[in-house]
């Protein structure tokens, strides 16, 4: 994906700043509104009037920006320190730090190795740490609903995506965030079904939907949790 480019619009009297990305992945133009910002991702080689959509769902991205700069007041002040809470498959526990063998994780809390930390920081080892967990479940539940919907993907990366919880290239590569691992179980398999569908109806129209709610029935109440809640997994101020 190329470099974006900022640029700024005046919507319904509304100042927007947003990014255009040039997309191998997209087949056609879309707009992205989320807790980072807008973006609009175009095909790579298309010529599209980027400023153009944005004036025909100016409505659209207006509401948007103004709930996710709500949302942004909410970001949680967290401390990389022992003692601070963090979320682990939609449950907050308890970061500790003592002598291990290695990292774990209960119902309860978030344990690291207190070597690994002294060598780096409280801050990267717990990202790494959330990096391998992700790696491990995300692949499991990709997996298990692949053989459920009968499809094959190419490959699973774990991306650090700023705008995006997920992707499905035309070539079959799955992406997904390894912030997920912060979310919900069910939540999880909402994006992970949601990505799969892509490989059989590329597009977001009434079967790709059909599709997604023969194995997530209440997969709009999925959305909704992870567009109102968007801001519990955030790791750091960074990724604002």
């Known amino acids: 994906m190329a470099k974006a480019h900022s640029r700024n619009i005046d919507l319904l009297g509304n100042p927007v700043e947003y990014e255009v990305r040039d997309s191998t992945d997209a087949s056609e133009p879309r707009i992205d509104v989320d807790i980072h910002g807008v973006t609009v991702v175009v095909p790579e080689g298309d010529d599209v009037q980027h400023a153009e959509l944005l004036k025909e769902n100016a409505a659209w991205v207006v509401d948007q920006q103004r709930k996710y700069d709500a949302y942004r007041e909410q970001v949680p002040d967290r401390t990389f320190e022992a003692g601070e809470r963090f979320p682990f498959l939609g449950e907050d526990r308890e970061l500790v730090i003592e002598p291990l063998q290695k990292h774990e994780v209960d119902e309860d809390s978030i344990r690291l190795r207190k070597s690994a930390v002294e060598q780096s920081s409280v801050k990267q080892v717990l990202e790494n740490f959330y990096r391998s967990r992700a790696r491990e479940y995300l692949t499991d539940r990709t997996d298990h609903y692949a053989e459920r919907m009968s499809v094959e993907y190419e490959e699973l990366e774990l991306r650090n995506q700023r705008t995006r919880w997920g992707s499905c290239s035309t070539g079959g590569t799955i992406s997904l965030n390894w912030r997920l691992i912060m979310a919900p179980p069910d939540v999880v398999d909402y994006l992970v079904v949601h990505e799969l569908a892509h490989l059989t109806e590329q597009h977001h129209g009434r079967e790709f939907w059909q599709l997604v709610g023969e194995h997530i029935p209440d997969y709009k109440e999925?959305?909704?949790?992870?567009?109102?809640?968007?801001?519990?997994?955030?790791?750091?101020?960074?990724?604002l």
């Open 222 to 239: 999925k959305a909704e949790w992870l567009e109102q809640n968007s801001v519990r997994l955030i790791f750091s101020e960074d990724d």
